[in-house]
């Protein structure tokens, strides 16, 4: 039953969208887009230039236009050529008005690929996208993506649904998930404003408002019974939404008795809840991150790179490291379930690091880089899906960073590793761990001190 070649997020969009196109500008989006710029007007101001992702019909596009002026830029991507034409329309009825605005057919998450925006790294002050940000699968990965075309200090504008947002197809993911097969939004990663505020900060983007948009759709909330279950799940089976649920006979009853349960689950006292609520979340890239420099990387600049076990979290470094030492503390013990884990030193800026989107779409969480403080002094990361441990940082030196030297890849290598220089913490060393005695040798900074005592205990 599992969908075994997923669709491209783009290929899903273009489906969805084609027949939404003409009908697009009639519905709830213009008024909601509306009430968009009005929260976002604070950051725009004539000049500034403004990348408006899956901008669909030119909704935004044309009142950011407005706002930023002539002077300004616009670029509107967006992948489902329906939607691309009609805002064509309205920039053909209305060149003279708009010498700032550029519309790209293309997938958003192949920014690299518009050859107009290869200067842009790092070049846009605004980034918006509005009622889009549900369809990707991984959040991180796209958003991630976004931001390294945004200055340090510009703005990021997305909006997220309310969990209980659109009662029916958030069921219908709910079902999708459980049964392994397609599903068209990925909405169930939003259990709040907070969730959206945790991608946006994984993603290096600060979050300055988080506005709670009320009756987004002018339904407001609604209620529908409980043993409407059967007639909703009938009613849209023919949806694009359903279209992994009508593979075969058996799928679709399956389908069917998983979606009348997770209909049940959320029933309060026999009825179902739908509110009409969005998050919109504004924030800033921070200044620190800088990773236009780094995106610009050619191959040859790469010393060598490496990642988990799963893959989802991969990284190169620019240069080779400076120095290798084995840390035998009870945490690099445990953590790797060994008796030491090697750690190679290079400089944080030298390290480029990349969250991929997962495998498979059952993944409810998005795959990130985890940060574990099991020390005072000092701040680990691993990948959150496979548990690989990849990097440690000490708080008081954050310009190095020592990476796992098991996650290096070494067919990727273009220098020479270091030998292992020192050997560290050997008081914490499991006994059957057996050191050459000349080895001890390279130990005298922590000689007799336990990495809680050097490092501090972690609160
Ligand atoms: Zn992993
Ligand atoms: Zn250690």
Same mark, same amino acid.
């Given at each position: 039953m599992a969908d075994p070649t997923p669709e491209p997020q783009s290929a899903s969009a273009i489906r969805l969208y084609t027949p939404r196109a003409p009908v697009y500008d009639s519905s709830h989006h213009p008024s909601f887009t509306a009430r968009f710029i009005s929260h976002i007007s604070p950051h725009l101001s004539p000049g500034l230039k403004i990348l408006d992702l899956a901008c669909g019909t030119g909704l935004l596009t044309y009142q950011l236009a407005a706002a930023v002026g002539p002077s300004g830029r616009v670029v509107g991507v967006d992948v489902t050529p329906g939607m691309l034409a009609v805002a064509r329309e309205k920039l053909a009825a209305d060149k003279e008005k708009y010498?700032?605005? /550029? !519309? %790209? /057919?293309?997938d958003v998450l192949? !920014?690299?690929g518009i050859k107009e925006l290869a200067g842009m790294k790092g070049g846009f002050d605004g980034i918006t996208g509005a009622s889009m940000f549900v369809l990707f699968q991984d959040p991180v990965a796209a958003l991630g993506h976004w931001v390294r075309y945004l200055k340090p200090g510009g703005f990021v504008a997305l909006d997220v649904t309310h969990p209980q947002n659109l009662a029916y197809s958030g069921t219908v993911e709910k079902t999708a998930r459980r049964l392994g097969a397609f599903t068209l939004y990925h909405r169930m990663w939003v259990k709040g404003p907070k969730s959206l505020e945790e991608v946006m900060r994984k993603c290096g983007v600060e979050v300055q408002e988080m506005v709670v948009v009320e009756n987004q759709c002018g339904q407001g909330d609604k209620k529908y019974k409980v043993e409407e279950a059967d007639k909703l799940f009938e009613e849209g089976i023919d949806k694009e939404i359903c279209k992994g649920f009508r593979e075969s006979e058996e799928v679709r009853a399956e389908a069917k008795r998983v979606f009348k349960e997770e209909w049940e689950k959320q029933a309060v006292d026999g009825w179902v809840e739908e509110v009409d609520t969005v998050f919109l979340g504004i924030g800033k890239k921070v200044e620190e991150t800088k990773p236009d420099s780094k995106a610009l990387l050619t191959h040859s600049e790469i010393a %060598?790179?490496?990642?988990c076990r799963c893959g989802s979290i991969t990284y190169t470094s620019t240069t080779a490291p400076t120095a290798a030492c084995c840390c035998y503390c009870a945490a690099c013990r445990q953590l790797s379930g060994s008796g030491f884990i090697p750690w190679a030193q290079i400089p944080t800026s030298a390290l480029i690091i990349t969250t991929h989107p997962p495998e498979s779409s059952s993944s409810q969480v998005p795959i990130t880089l985890q940060t574990l403080n099991l020390h005072k002094a000092a701040e680990r990361r691993f990948c959150n899906a496979c548990g690989t441990p990849l990097f440690m940082v000490y708080k008081a030196d954050p310009e190095e960073t020592s990476v796992s030297m098991g996650s290096i890849d070494e067919a990727s290598l273009r220098c020479k590793l270091p030998e292992i220089g020192s050997h560290i913490f050997l008081k914490e060393k499991a006994n059957w761990v057996v050191l050459p005695n000349d080895w001890a040798l390279h130990c005298e900074e922590f000689t007799?001190?336990?990495? /809680? /005592?050097? !490092?501090g205990k972690s609160d």
């Open positions: 010498p700032q605005v /550029e !519309l %790209f /057919e293309h192949d !920014l690299d %060598f790179s490496g990642g007799g001190r336990s990495a /809680e /005592e050097v !490092l």
